[in-house]
């Protein structure tokens, strides 16, 4: 007879009232325990194999659910229609679901003054944002101290017109602390066709110098190479040119730092779906004909305007901007009397870039890293 028989029932049943078993235990089951607590010692911690989860698969003896007190008395307070303080909740990782469900019991509970106070606050906060930062595209900036683009997925819509009068040179006197660049009198088949000065915008310290050159022969493009040179009015940190997100990219002229603009803005005439008679006007960014190099130097900011149909795409551009040397203001104006008889003339020959401008003109003590600004589009 092995160690883990009994003689007779009676026996066995004896054994089990002597280990104390539950009074449910048949014979066999307390036999069989016995012989369980003879090879494993359960008060040792030494279980059978797998005797936790097989405790655990039981349903009377699975673990609650760490927020199961915290349903179960909500539920009651609900079903009462009791209200109710917030109650303690163990630290988690809420969902976006449970946040919402949180906060709409919150604001169920709460009076009607405090939620329209809250909704007020919300709106405030909400135009404060749309009011002062125009420049949904911060972020995008490309920044060369006081000029760069700021890069926007479409034509803004809060967009205000800036007149800029241009008359002849000859009327406006140059500013002597300004320094001047060209490109000589010829380049690349280019000839200096002359300078004009742009009456000083609220955002440009003293006039603006608009020097252009020209080519001698026809050219699929507008044949216009144009140049603006100007000093930043102190009250504003920074004038960027807006541009579409994507058209823009960093560039290095002679080791300084540019930007290159690829397109311009344009506005098209579209029908209008619900009247097909009717057409409205929308802007869009067109690339692949104007291009433009940003730079400054020496506090003077350079806005270079060429037409790529010509010739002159970015890597030409930034050639050419690398020529810049330079130049008195009496070399631009050779005759100043001849210039005086002719007048307007001379504005008139001017040609204008392809496309539209828009700036962000952003106030001084302001970074223009945060995209705080006013657009303005040039209307010449």
Do not use: C
Not at 11 to 29: K, N, R, V
Not at 116 to 138: K, R
Not at 201 to 224: C, F, H, M, N
């Amino acid at each position: 007879m092995s160690g883990f028989e009994r003689p007779t029932d009676g026996s066995a049943w004896t054994d089990a009232e002597d280990t104390g078993f539950p009074d449910d235990f048949s014979g066999d089951e307390a036999n069989f325990a016995s012989v369980l607590r003879d090879v494993f010692e359960v008060e040792r911690d030494d279980p059978p194999p797998l005797y936790a989860r097989t405790l655990l698969d039981d349903e009377r003896l699975t673990l609650a659910d760490p927020l199961f007190e915290q349903r179960t008395a909500y539920r009651v307070f609900r079903q009462l229609r009791l209200r109710r303080s917030v109650l303690p909740r163990p630290p988690r990782r809420q969902t976006p679901r449970a946040i919402w469900s949180s906060a709409r019991e919150t604001l169920a509970a709460a009076s009607r003054p405090v939620v329209t106070a809250f909704g007020v606050l919300l709106a405030l906060m909400a135009l404060t944002v749309v009011l002062a930062s125009p420049s949904f595209a911060a972020g995008l900036n490309l920044l060369l101290g006081h000029t760069g683009v700021a890069q926007v997925p479409s034509y803004p819509n809060n967009v205000r017109a800036s007149h800029v009068a241009e008359k002849p040179a000859a009327n406006l006197d140059f500013d002597p602390a300004m320094p001047l660049r060209w490109l000589g009198h010829s380049l690349a088949g280019y000839r200096y066709a002359g300078v004009q000065l742009q009456d000083p915008a609220d955002w440009s310290k003293g006039p603006i110098v608009e020097l252009q050159y020209s080519l001698a022969q026809a050219s699929r493009g507008t044949g216009v190479i144009d140049i603006r040179e100007f000093q930043i009015n102190p009250d504003f940190a920074a004038v960027l040119q807006v541009v579409k997100a994507g058209s823009a990219s960093e560039v290095s002229v002679g080791g300084l730092k540019a930007v290159y603009v690829n397109g311009a803005w344009v506005t098209r005439a579209v029908h209008q779906a619900d009247a097909p008679t009717m057409r409205a006007t929308v802007t869009l960014w067109q690339s692949g004909v104007r291009s433009e190099l940003i730079l400054e130097r020496d506090n003077v900011v350079y806005w270079i305007v060429a037409d790529q149909r010509d010739g002159l795409g970015r890597d030409a551009l930034i050639k050419l901007a690398a020529r810049l040397i330079p130049v008195d203001s009496r070399d631009l104006l050779p005759n100043r009397v001849a210039l005086r008889l002719a007048g307007d003339t001379l504005s008139a020959s001017f040609r204008r870039p392809v496309g539209k401008e828009v700036y962000e003109l952003v106030p001084a003590g302001v970074s223009p890293e945060t995209g705080v600004g006013q657009f303005v589009a040039a209307q010449s």
